[in-house]
Structure formats: structure tokens, C-alpha cells
């Protein structure tokens, strides 16, 4: 071996020679021991550095730093250059492979984050021991092509991931045209050819209505399998439901011509998974199945544990008392008519049945209710006060058998009222009240909402009736279980805890996530109670179904879920398809994530649309497709854009109409049928008109349904089908009504669908009904009860985002044309904007004048509210109002 001297000081502080080298190796004496390093395990070549005493030279292995000093003055212009070619000659091999090792990454099969993570990864690694020394070495020449290659993948960027993707996708599309142009009856576009190809490691396919998702999904699968890139059974097909994976099958089976890709929902899934756990297929219970039978057994467990535990009962009681409702009081609202719209949408009933307008009125009247109090609400004051100012006076309560009235007035501890209340005005009617009394000596507690708001709102009326020497008991409990009964308040609870008992389940809450779901609550105390309530119900039901080793759906989905994540289950599956991907809950989303950790290398493909996105009220989460990469992270996301299914003027009116909601993906959908006018009609008509068919539908009538398919008929000359829509099921035709239309219009095939249930379905003409506002309107102002509200998942900032988000389902299911049936003086706000900021037909249906114009008039009262018309005739409504201003 060659050695290397040391310096003058070097050789006097030490007779050894330190380092002796060859092509091979490095002979090192250091800290008193000799050892001999081969040239490809130091991590870089030797560095020199200048010193008084002599050069330093230093070096590293995967184990240790050396650090030689006292060496030779001019060691570097010797050696330097050839301890550099030692050092690439033993470590070229190495470089070679890593390249080699990209560049295979990069030629087969479509290049995914994941890769490009690992390229970058594996060249930022080996990047660091060539650099920089490389760049000032005369060993640069002999490889400088191989470092150039190196930094470049070491500096990945989008600009490279782009290329290589477009390469790869160019060549699968020439390669496989073939295939594409005839897998379905007609080629597949472009667009949807690429979206087959690209294979990320996740992949989102937004696809909006009738742009052929279906077709994508089948020809996925079959070109996955003859491009070798998986063979059958490394392909899961996932549905959303039963109906959805036969009709993929039987498309599999058309097209693809084999019946080794199965698509299965995400039940069967589950069951399938545990089988293979557990060594044996569960019973399914009949719960699962049918929701009728669940129901009542629900049912009847609340009522047994009612009958049966005390304190059990004694918490449905103080429930149904305190915490039926999510309290609100006037203060809490701006305007009157918010307040009013609130107490409506809730129902918010005494226990007795009375609508009152005020919690504080609820907690006196259920007070009086549990006493044994008889009363009647907002009855006619016993003695005639009325007069042309001023109505008949009709006090909050009255309690006949003691000839007491009782006023609740909402003023706080300082005499302030709700901000839309006229506060002297209310004084005004205060006192009059007051005097009332005292002129025809009645008797008159009087309660406040500052009381209501201190808490001691019953301890005063309590004490009220004690000075008047009214005696009270508590009724027995079996008389108030009675009342509730009759007033069907047990069964609504039960009907809810049902719902309930499938979304906690479902959500498998540790004690951490239950506390985040009560805090979340509107009121949290109502929520606390209720959950109380439920567990000792869901207790019992996993109780039933262990006792008879069933499982549920929900059981189906968690285990399945604890399996995978648990490494009880290996997946098998390389490619994860999931179909409508916007219905997904986070349990099945979870689910889906597990099976894509648990097997390296595995894909995930997601097809769906949050334009519509409509089962939240399920468990659905819009999130998991707007925020699709937060959840599973890096991922490719595609668009189909062209629908062949409606025209551009449908188009048109619905893209501008759904994209309202900043919260939703952006999306451009083009028609490939176009026409020149509009496709969407509005027949306006009050409900004042009778037909002479006779049926409880407005819509019907009224003539109104007769008119449009009269004119659907009048353009047609061969069967067409038509769907008659409504947001619920109890504003639609029924059987008989369908087959009395049919009769009279043989050429259109119709049938009757809610919204949610004409998802996925299409027709070539739409008539939408049931357009009225309200609670069973449309936007729907229905009110979600507050504990379920806290399980689902949480609610979009845009006003009525879901219901938006259901109209563009119902509009978009027509092939020609929609027909919208409204009465102008109580229709829906999606109507009126329709007309305000949409291309739509208004002139193909005469309209009476008050149809034509019908701007809302506020209510002066409340603000909010809207004036409504009434059956009266315009001459005798101007009659009295002429004789009122005289």
C-alpha cells in the first residue's frame, strides 16, 4: 500500500504512519487502532483541510467519523485527485443502480405521487454524497452525464411529473384505441378514456350528470385487465347499494363478457370480511333488513325499560319536561318573524298539545300539565274588552276551576324586551292588561322571562299558587306516560332514538369523540340527555343481536373496519374502485382507506359528484369528495365534462344555478345535444282553479299537470317517458292517479319519483310539483332535532346548500325538458330565482295577472313573514278596504 507522510510535527509527536491506501482500500491507524475501510464504504471522498501543524483530512462510513491531522503540507495536490477516482470507481455501481432503478420507475405503468415521493427520496440521498465536491473534482469529466441525471431527479418539480404522466397516458390511449372504441356502444370520448388510464395512488373522478361515470367505471376495470396491470381478483368494485351493484354487474357482464369482476356494496363487503375472520359468515339480523320490525323492537325496549326502571322513567320525563326541545327565547332572534319561523319549524307543543309562543309559556303549561292543573291556553278573557283598536283580549293561561289567569311577559330583569319588540308599546299593553284585571277584579299572576332567565320561573309560580290557595300534586306517572302516549310524543322519541342508535353506532365514539358531539350540540344539556337516554337502548340491542350472533349493517362496516386496521385481515385487493363517491360516510370512507393501507401499492379510485351530494341525513359527508386529499392524501383529480343526457339550455340554467355554493368543486359541463331555445317551463297557477279532475294534489287539481302533459303530447308522436317529481313522497300522484293519466295520454310512459329516489334515473321530460315554502316545502325548512343534528356530519355555511344541491338533481334528470309547476303566491325561492336570473320559458302557459305578479309583501308585523293571498275575490277585498277607510 502507498501511505501518506505526515508533517514535521506529525512524524515528531508520532512514529506511526496514519493512513496507507490502494484502489481497494484505506489502511487507518486511529484513536491506537489499525483498521483497513474498503473504498466503498466511505460515504464521500476524503476532504483536506489546511493547518500550522499540516493538512487535516477527514472521512465517514455508515459508523464512524475519522479525522487524521498532522498530515503532509501538500497531501491534497498529491492525492486529492486520485482518492477521488478511487472513490467513484468503487461507488459508479451504485449510482448506476439507482438510476437504472428510476428510470424503470418512469417507464412502466403510470407515474404516481407515491414514486415521485420515493425518486425524489433516493436521489436527494445519493445527491448528498456526490455534492458538491463532484462539481470541483477532475473526476467530474468520466460521469458528468450520470451527475447531471441525478441533480435533475434529486430537483423533481410538477413540470417533470406532468410530462411523464402525459407520455404515459399518450401510449396507453394508442395502444389500447382499440379496446376503447368498443367497449360500450358508442366510443368513449377522450376524457373518459384518460380518466380509465391515469392511476394515481389516489384518484378522484368528478362526474356530473349523464357524463357517463358508469361506463368509466366498467371500462376501468376491463382495461386494467388487458393492459396486465391487474388480473381479475385484484379489483374491488364497490356500489352504494344492492340495486346499484347488480345493474354493474349485469354492465360487466354485457361488456366486458366475463363475470370474474363482481361489484359488491359495501355491506357485503363487511360480511365478507368477517366471514373470512371469524372462519364463518355471521347471521345477517332481520334488522338489517327490515327497518319496520326494527322499529317496533326499538319501540318496545323504550317502553320496557320505561316500565321497568325508575329512574329510567323519571329521565323521560324530566326529558320530555325540560329537554324535548332546543330552547330559544325571544332575545335570541332578530326579528319577529324569525322567532315565529322558528317555534313552526320546530313544533314547538306543550305536553297538553298547545302550540305556545314562548318557552317560558312551555315550562308553565307542562308545569301545570305534571300538577294536575287544569288550564286553557290563550282563551277568550271571560268579560267582552274588545273594541275597534283593539281585539278580544285572550290571556296567555286561564285556570277555570280557580278563575285565575296567568300572563307571561317577555321583559328581562331590566324591563327590556326582544330587539323587534316596540318596547313602550308593550309597557302600554302591560298595564293595560294590569288594569283590565283590577277594573273587572280578576285575578292575575304575572311571570317574566327575567324570571325564566334566573331559573326561578317555577319556584314563582309555585309560590303564585300557593298565596291564592290553590293545592296541587304531582300526577301519577302512569297518567302522564298515558298522555304521552296518546299525544304519540313516546313514539316520535322512540322513532328518533332509532335514527340515532344507527348514526352513533356507526360513528364507534370513543369517550373523547362523545364529548365533542355533545359540546357540538346546539344545546348541549339536550344532548347529554338524550345520549342518556339511548344507551341503555343500544346496550339492549347489542345484547339481541350478540344473544343470536347477528349483525347489522352497522356491525358490518365497523368490524370489517377493526379487522383491516387490526392486520386480521391481508387485503387481496390491488385496484379500489368506489362508485358515487359524494354519498360516502366517514366510517365507509375509513374503511376504504384501511383496505388501501393494508396492501402496498394499492390504488384508490373514487368516482362521484358533490353536485349531488344529497344523503347527509344518512351520514353522508360532502367533505370526503370537496376535501378528498386532505383525507387521502396525495391524488390526481379528473373531470368529465361532456353530459349526454340533457341539452346546453338545461345545462346552462343548472351548472349556474348549482355553482352558487363556493364550497363546491368548480366544474364546466357541456352538452353534446344543443338547441337554441329554453328547456325549462314554468306553469304558474294558484290553487283556485278546479279541473275536472278531482284529487287532493294541487297540482292536479287544479288542471295544471293536464296542461303540461297535454303539451309534452302534443310534440310527440312515439312513446316517451316522463317523471313526475316532488321533494316528498305525499305531494306525488299516486298509483291511480298515474294509471287515470296514463290512460288519457297513452304515448307518455310516467312514473312518480321523490327527488332523492330519481337519483341516477333519467327521462326524457321532467314535471316538478310540490313548490310550496314551508316545512314540507321546497327548499325544505323541516328542523332537524339538535342531537341528531350533532351526529350527522356538521352543516354547510351556504344557505340550504343540500336542498340546492337536490333541485339540481331533480332538474337535471330530463332529457328535453323540464316542466315547473308553481303558484306564485307561495313558491318555493328556487323558483323565484329561477326567473329572476335564468333562462327559462315563462310564456308557454297563460298566467292570470296575480300569477304574473308576484312580488313578495313583507309582513309589517314581523318582517320576515310574507302576505298571504286569500280566496276573497279582488272586489270584495277592495270593498273592505274601502269601507275600513271610511
Not at 394508442?174 to 378514456?193: A, G, I, Y
Not at 332546543?326 to 322558528?342: I, M, R, S
Not at 386529499?629 to 341539452?647: H, I, M, P, S
Not at 287539481?701 to 316532488?726: E, H, M, R
Request: glycine share 4%; with cysteine; hydrophobic share 40%.
Amino acid at each position: 500500500m502507498n501511505s501518506i507522510v505526515p508533517s514535521i510535527f506529525g512524524r515528531i509527536f508520532s512514529n506511526k504512519i496514519p493512513l496507507a491506501f490502494n484502489e481497494h482500500a484505506l489502511a487507518v491507524t486511529h484513536n491506537k487502532t489499525n483498521q483497513q475501510i474498503q473504498w466503498s464504504e466511505v460515504t464521500t471522498p476524503l476532504s483536506f483541510k489546511f493547518g500550522f501543524l499540516g493538512q487535516t483530512i477527514h472521512f465517514s462510513t455508515a459508523d464512524q467519523n475519522v479525522t487524521l491531522t498532522m498530515m503532509g503540507y501538500h497531501s491534497d495536490h498529491f492525492l486529492k485527485t486520485r482518492f477521488d477516482q478511487y472513490w467513484v470507481n468503487a461507488n459508479i455501481a451504485k449510482l448506476d443502480a439507482l438510476l437504472e432503478k428510476i428510470a424503470n420507475i418512469l417507464s412502466h405503468g403510470f407515474l404516481r405521487q407515491s414514486r415521485i415521493s420515493d425518486i425524489k427520496s433516493l436521489a436527494l440521498q445519493e445527491r448528498s454524497r456526490w455534492f458538491p465536491w463532484i462539481k470541483e473534482s477532475n473526476s467530474l469529466a468520466l460521469i458528468e452525464k450520470k451527475i447531471q441525471l441525478l441533480d435533475k431527479y434529486s430537483k423533481w418539480d410538477n413540470v417533470a411529473t406532468h410530462f411523464f404522466q402525459h407520455r404515459y397516458v399518450k401510449e396507453q390511449l394508442q395502444h389500447h384505441k382499440s379496446f376503447f372504441d368498443q367497449v360500450e356502444s358508442n366510443p368513449l370520448t377522450e376524457r373518459q378514456r384518460t380518466a380509465c388510464i391515469i392511476d394515481d395512488d389516489n384518484n378522484l373522478l368528478l362526474a356530473g350528470a349523464g357524463t357517463g361515470k358508469t361506463s368509466v367505471m366498467i371500462a376501468r376495470a376491463g382495461y386494467l385487465v388487458q393492459s396486465q396491470q391487474a388480473k381479475y381478483d385484484d379489483i374491488l368494485l364497490l356500489a352504494y347499494g344492492r340495486k346499484a351493484a347488480d345493474e354493474m354487474n349485469q354492465r360487466i357482464q354485457d361488456k366486458l363478457t366475463t363475470d370474474k369482476i363482481k361489484a359488491a356494496t359495501f355491506h357485503s363487503l363487511g360480511l365478507s370480511i368477517i366471514s373470512q375472520v371469524e372462519g364463518g359468515r355471521p347471521s345477517l339480523s332481520v334488522f338489517a333488513e327490515d327497518e319496520k320490525v326494527k322499529a317496533e323492537w326499538l319501540h318496545n325496549s323504550f317502553e320496557s325499560l320505561i316500565e321497568n326502571q325508575s329512574e329510567y322513567r323519571a329521565r323521560v320525563l324530566d326529558y320530555f319536561s325540560q329537554y324535548y326541545y332546543v330552547e330559544k327565547n325571544d332575545f335570541d332572534f332578530q326579528t319577529l318573524g324569525d322567532y315565529y319561523h322558528y317555534l313552526n319549524d320546530n313544533d314547538i307543543l306543550s305536553l297538553k298539545g298547545d302550540k305556545v309562543k314562548s318557552f317560558g309559556e312551555l315550562y308553565i303549561a307542562n308545569w301545570l300539565f305534571y300538577h294536575g292543573i287544569d288550564y286553557e291556553y290563550a282563551a277568550a278573557y271571560q268579560f267582552d274588552v274588545k273594541t275597534v283598536a283593539r281585539r278580544q283580549y285572550k290571556p296567555d293561561f286561564y285556570l277555570p276551576e280557580y278563575e285565575l289567569y296567568i300572563e307571561y311577559y317577555g321583559v328581562d330583569e331590566a324591563g327590556n324586551t326582544a330587539p323587534y319588540i316596540d318596547k313602550d308599546q308593550y309597557h302600554a299593553s302591560i298595564a293595560w292588561k294590569k288594569a283590565t284585571h283590577q277594573r273587572y277584579n280578576t285575578r292575575c299572576v304575572t311571570l317574566t322571562y327575567a324570571q325564566h332567565k334566573q331559573d326561578t320561573l317555577l319556584n314563582e309560580l309555585q309560590n303564585a299558587l300557593s298565596e291564592h290557595k290553590i293545592d296541587y300534586e304531582i300526577l301519577p306517572i302512569e297518567s302522564i306516560l298515558a298522555s304521552l302516549r296518546e299525544t304519540g310524543r313516546i313514539s316520535v322519541l322512540a322513532e328518533l332514538f332509532g335514527k340515532l342508535l344507527g348514526l352513533y353506532k356507526a360513528a364507534d365514539l370513543d369517550e373523547k369523540a362523545q364529548t365533542d358531539i355533545i359540546n357540538r350540540a346546539e344545546d348541549t344539556k339536550q344532548a347529554e340527555t338524550a345520549l342518556a337516554l339511548l344507551k341503555p337502548i343500544m346496550s339492549s340491542y347489542n345484547h339481541h343481536l350478540h344473544q343470536r350472533d347477528e349483525v347489522d349493517f352497522e356491525d358490518m362496516i365497523i368490524k370489517a373496519i377493526d379487522y383491516v386496521e387490526s392486520g386480521l385481515f391481508t387485503s387481496p385487493w390491488r385496484c379500489i374502485m368506489v362508485d358515487e363517491f359524494q354519498d360516502i360516510s366517514k366510517p365507509r370512507a375509513r374503511l376504504v382507506k384501511a383496505l388501501r393501507d393494508n396492501n402496498n401499492g394499492s390504488s384508490v379510485f373514487a368516482v362521484g359528484d358533490d353536485w349531488q351530494a344529497i344523503y347527509r341525513f344518512s351520514g353522508a359527508d360532502i367533505r370526503l369528495t370537496t376535501q378528498f386529499a386532505k383525507y387521502f392524501g396525495l391524488t390526481t383529480q379528473t373531470e368529465l365534462d361532456v353530459t349526454f343526457r340533457f341539452n346546453n339550455k338545461i345545462g346552462q340554467v343548472t351548472s349556474d344555478f348549482i355553482s352558487k355554493n363556493p364550497a363546491q368543486l368548480h366544474k364546466t359541463i357541456t352538452s353534446l345535444t344543443h338547441v337554441a331555445t329554453p328547456a325549462i317551463s314554468l306553469l304558474r297557477r294558484g290553487d283556485h282553479t278546479v279541473a275536472n279532475y278531482q284529487s287532493s294534489l294541487i297540482e292536479l287539481s287544479n288542471g295544471a299537470v293536464d296542461d303540461v302533459l297535454q303539451a309534452i303530447y302534443s310534440k310527440t308522436c312515439k312513446p316517451v317517458t316522463v317523471y313526475l317529481l316532488a321533494r316528498f313522497g305525499f305531494k306525488l300522484p299516486s298509483h291511480a292517479d298515474i294509471q287515470t293519466l296514463s290512460a288519457k295520454y297513452p304515448l307518455l310512459k310516467m312514473q312518480a319519483h321523490t327527488f332523492h329516489a330519481a337519483k341516477g334515473k333519467e327521462a326524457d321530460y321532467v314535471v316538478i310539483i310540490g313548490l310550496q315554502k314551508g316545512k314540507h316545502g321546497f327548499p325544505s325548512e323541516k328542523a332537524t332535532p339538535a342531537i341528531l343534528d350533532a351526529l350527522l356530519p356538521p352543516q354547510e355555511d351556504y344557505p340550504h346548500a343540500e336542498e340546492r344541491r337536490l333541485f339540481y338533481v331533480a332538474l337535471t334528470r330530463a332529457r328535453h325538458r323540464v316542466y315547473i309547476i308553481a303558484d306564485m303566491a307561495n313558491t318555493s325561492g328556487f323558483v323565484q330565482e329561477l326567473m329572476a336570473e335564468h333562462d327559462i320559458e315563462l310564456d308557454e302557459f297563460s298566467s292570470e295577472n296575480e300569477q304574473v305578479y308576484t312580488d313578495d309583501i313583507n309582513c309589517m308585523r314581523c318582517d320576515t313573514g310574507v302576505v298571504k293571498k286569500t280566496n276573497w275575490s279582488l272586489w270584495y277585498f277592495l270593498l273592505l278596504f274601502f269601507i275600513s277607510s271610511m
